[in-house]
C-alpha cells in the first residue's frame, strides 16, 4: 500500500536501556540492577514493545566511559549483536542498532546490517551516529589520540553512508538462480562492484551477502545539529528529536520536512520521532509522586559532582540539588557546549531545581506535559501529532520495565481507540510498517565479468 493511501497514524519507538533513561533508575525497588546485560530481560522489553504494536525497539551505543557516565552504557551490550538476538526474541517489531561512521569500515558494517536484517526477514534499521566524545576519550580506544571535529565527522559519514548503501546493492533482488541442472548458481550480469574510490574509503566490493526482503535496512538519525541535519536531509528515513514544548518540536518539524522538499524529497516518507518520558499513573497527583521518587534516588554527591564538571568555573559548594537553577547562574551562561546550547531554553523557560537539571542533561528529564494519567499523556501526544509537531514518539522511559508496561498497558489502548494507532500490524517488514518503499536496485552494468 503507498504512503499517499493509509491513513496516517502515530508511529512509535521504544528506546531500550536497561533500567530505563533515568540516572538513578537502578536504585529504584522495581528494576532489575543487572538489567543492561541480562538478555531474557531485553527479550521481554522487545516483547512487551511488540504486544503494544511499536514500530521500532531501539538500541543507542557509546564507544567510550568515564566514571561520570550513565549507569545503563557501562555494562552493556552491543548493539548489533543485542537486535539480532531480539529479532530471534519477536516476529514483526522492527529492531534498530545504532552504530558509528567515524570509528568502523564501511564494508564491515554493511556485511554486519544486512546480515542482522535476513536474519529478522527484513526488520532491521541502523540509526546513523558520527559519535560525540561524551567521555573524553573516545579516540583513545581506537587508536588516535583526537576525536574527529564536528564537521569533519558529518563529511566523512556522508561518504560512508554512499558506500554502504552501495554495498547493499552488490546483488539484484534476482541475482541468485541457484540452477542445478545447468550449474549458474548466480547471473554474472547482475553482480555490480562499487569500485569506489573517494576522500575517505577506498572500496571495490561486492559484498558477500545479497539485499533483504526489505531491500535495504531503514536508515534513522537523530542529529538535530545544523550539520546533523543537513546529513539527514539527504540520508535519513527516521528522524529522532527531542524538544521540551509544542512550538519548539513545531518549528523543528516544519523547517525539517520544508529541508527535506527542497532537497526533493518526498516529506512524507521521512518519519520525526518526538522523544518523550512520561510517567504514568492513575491521578496527575499519583505519577508527581512516582517522578520524585525517582529524583530523591540523586545523591547530592553524585549530582554535585557531575554539574561541576558539567559546568566547569561554577562554584556548586553552596547549593543543594533543590537549589533553583537561577540561583546558580546557570539558566544564563555564555556556554558553547552544544548540550548546553539545546537546553539552556529549557533551563531558563523552567527554573528547574538542580536535580532537574542533572536529569535534564543525563536524558530523563520529564516536563509536567508528561506526567499525568494515560488520558493526560495520550491528549498531548494527539495534539502534537495533529499539530505538526511529530509524526510519532520514542518512547524513553525514566523507569523499565514500568514504563513501558504502562505506555502500552494504558497509553497504546486510548491511542487505537482514537484510531491513531494500529491494532495489529499489517506487514512483516519495518518498511511496511513505517510505509516505507523499498529501495529499487539501481541495476548499473557489471564493471567486470564474474565467473561461476
Do not use: C
Not at 543507542?60 to 552493556?76: F, G, K, T, V
Not at 547471473?187 to 545479497?210: A, C, M, T, W, Y
Not at 520521532?273 to 525517582?294: H, N, S, W, Y
Request: no cysteine; proline share 5%; net charge negative.
Amino acid at each position: 500500500m503507498s504512503t499517499a493511501a493509509r491513513k496516517r497514524q502515530i508511529k512509535l519507538s521504544a528506546y531500550l536501556v536497561g533500567t530505563g533513561m533515568h540516572v538513578a533508575s537502578w536504585r529504584h525497588p522495581n528494576a532489575q540492577p543487572d538489567a543492561s546485560i541480562d538478555i531474557d530481560y531485553y527479550r521481554k522489553l522487545a516483547q512487551t514493545a511488540e504486544r503494544g504494536k511499536f514500530d521500532i525497539a531501539f538500541i543507542a551505543d557509546s564507544l567510550a566511559i568515564n566514571e561520570q557516565s550513565h549507569p545503563n552504557i557501562l555494562n552493556r551490550y552491543e548493539p548489533i549483536t543485542l537486535i539480532t538476538a531480539l529479532a530471534a526474541a519477536t516476529t514483526h517489531i522492527g529492531v534498530v542498532a545504532t552504530a558509528s561512521t567515524s570509528y568502523i569500515e564501511p564494508f564491515n558494517l554493511a556485511r554486519s546490517l544486512m546480515s542482522a536484517d535476513h536474519i529478522s526477514k527484513g526488520r532491521v534499521g541502523w540509526n546513523i551516529v558520527t559519535t560525540r566524545d561524551l567521555s573524553g576519550n573516545t579516540a583513545l580506544n581506537f587508536g588516535s589520540k583526537e576525536h574527529y571535529e564536528h564537521a569533519h565527522r558529518y563529511k566523512r559519514a556522508e561518504e560512508f553512508v554512499k558506500v554502504v548503501k552501495g554495498l547493499w546493492d552488490s546483488w539484484e533482488d534476482d541475482a541468485f538462480i541457484r540452477d542445478k541442472e545447468s550449474g549458474v548458481f548466480f547471473d554474472p550480469s547482475k553482480l555490480h562492484r562499487i569500485n569506489h574510490q573517494g576522500e575517505f574509503f577506498s572500496v571495490q566490493g561486492p559484498l558477500n551477502i545479497g539485499r533483504s526482503p526489505q531491500g535495504h535496512p531503514v536508515l534513522v538519525q537523530a542529529g538535530t545539529s545544523e550539520n546533523g541535519q543537513n546529513f539527514a536531509v539527504h540520508s535519513a528515513e527516521v528522524i529522532f528529536s527531542i524538544k521540551y514544548n509544542l512550538a519548539d518540536a513545531q518549528l523543528f518539524y516544519r523547517t525539517f520536512k520544508e529541508k527535506t522538499a527542497a532537497a526533493g524529497r518526498n516529506p512524507d516518507e521521512i518519519y520525526i520521532l518526538q522523544g518523550i518520558f512520561p510517567i504514568i499513573a492513575e491521578t496527575d497527583e499519583a505519577a508527581d509522586v512516582k517522578r520524585k521518587q525517582l529524583e530523591a534516588l540523586i545523591t547530592d554527591e553524585q549530582g554535585l559532582a557531575f554539574l561541576a564538571d558539567y559546568f566547569p568555573g561554577v562554584d556548586f559548594s553552596p547549593f543543594t540539588l533543590e537549589t533553583r537553577a537561577s540561583e546558580t547562574g546557570i539558566d544564563r551562561l555564555d556556554f558553547a557546549k552544544s548540550d548546553y546550547v539545546k537546553h539552556q531554553p529549557v533551563i531558563a523557560r523552567e527554573n528547574p531545581t538542580l536535580r532537574q537539571v542533572y536529569s535534564l542533561l543525563t536524558g530523563s528529564f520529564s516536563g509536567d506535559h508528561l506526567v499525568g494519567t494515560p488520558e493526560k499523556i495520550a491528549d498531548t501526544l494527539q495534539q502534537w501529532f495533529e499539530e505538526g509537531a511529530a509524526d510519532g514518539f520514542m518512547l524513553l522511559a525514566p523507569l523499565l520495565p514500568d514504563g513501558l508496561d504502562d505506555f502500552v498497558n494504558l497509553v497504546v489502548p486510548i491511542l487505537q481507540q482514537r484510531g491513531l494507532f494500529r491494532t495489529e500490524y499489517e506487514g512483516s517488514t519495518l518498511r511496511s510498517h513505517l510505509g516505507l518503499p523499498v529501495p529499487a536496485h539501481p541495476g548499473a552494468p557489471a564493471s567486470a565479468p564474474v565467473s561461476s
